[in-house]
C-alpha cells in the first residue's frame, strides 16, 4: 500500500496542520492505526520533497519515485508531504520557509513518536529544503535513525557539526549527494539565506549549501558519513533528483550503486535517467545499513 504523511493544512500555500493525516495514493484519509500496522516490524523509509512543491505534486513525484526505489522486503517506503510551497512568489516567500520547515518537522516527531514505535528501523532522505525538515525530525525522535540521504539539500555547508550536530549525532549513517552544477543551490541560496536564517538558528551569512559543496567537515561526527560529489559532466541540477512532472518514469538502476569518480561519464545515455540514479543510490545505502533488511 503506498502511504502519504500530510503535513498540510490546504493543498497548496506555505501552512502546517495542525496534526498529520495519513493519505494512500488516491489521497483517502486513513486512520493513523493503519500507517502503525503497516509499520509494524518493518524498516521504515520517510522520503520528503523540497521548496515550492504543491501538495499534489509532492505526492506525483515520491510516488514515482518510490517505484524506481524498489527497497527491499521487509521495508516500507512513506512519502512526506509538507507545506514548502510559496504562499506568494517563491523568490519573495523563500526565506521564510525554513521556519515551515521547522514547525514541519516538530510535528512530523510527534507522529512518528506516537505511531512508528514498532517499526524495526527508522531512515529518512530528503530534497533541497526538505533536509531541513528530516534534521529537525531527527531532532525531536525518541529513538535514534538508522539512514539519512540528503539530496541537494538547501542548508549551510557546516550544519551537520553546528546547528544539527545533535540531530547528526543520533543518526547511524550519513549520505550526501551534492552537485556543483546546482545553480539554485549556486546564486539563490546564499540569497535566501541571508534573509532567512535571521529568523531561525544557522549563519545569516552563510553561502555554502551543503547540497551544492558537502560538508564543510565530519570531524566530530559520531555518524558514519560520506559525501558523493557528483561528477560536472553529469549536469545535475537541482530538481532532477526526484522525477518531473512526465509520469512516463525510466527504467530502475540495478544495485549496488558505487560513488562516481570526478571523470566518470554519466551512466545512462537516456533522457530522465537521473532520478533512477538517486533511487539506486538510496536503494544501495538502505541495503548496505546493515539493518534487518540487510
Known sequence: MALFLDLRAMPTGGFVADDVQVLDADHRV?????????????????????????????????????ALCGLPNPSTYVGVLWPGDSRFLPIVDYPMEGSVALKSGRLLARFLNRYATGAATVSFSSHSLGARVLLETVRNLDRPVHTALLMAAAIEADCLTREYADAAAKIGRILVLASEADLVLQFAFPMGNAFGELVMRGDP????????????????????CRSWQ????????????????????PFPFPPPQPAPGPDDAPPRPTPGWKPSWSASVLRTQIGQAGGSSA
Open 30 to 66: 486513513l486512520p493513523p492505526a493503519v500507517f502503525a500496522r503497516e509499520v509494524q516490524g518493518r524498516d521504515l523509509l520517510l522520503a520528503t520533497h523540497g521548496f515550492n512543491v504543491s501538495g499534489e505534486r509532492g505526492m506525483q513525484a515520491l510516488g514515482g519515485w518510490e
Open 205 to 224: 551569512y552563510a553561502t555554502r549549501a551543503l547540497g551544492r559543496d558537502g560538508p564543510e567537515t565530519t570531524i566530530g561526527l559520531s555518524a558514519e
Open 230 to 249: 557528483i561528477p560536472k559532466g553529469w549536469k545535475f541540477g537541482h530538481g532532477d533528483y526526484l522525477p518531473g512532472k512526465d509520469l512516463d518514469l
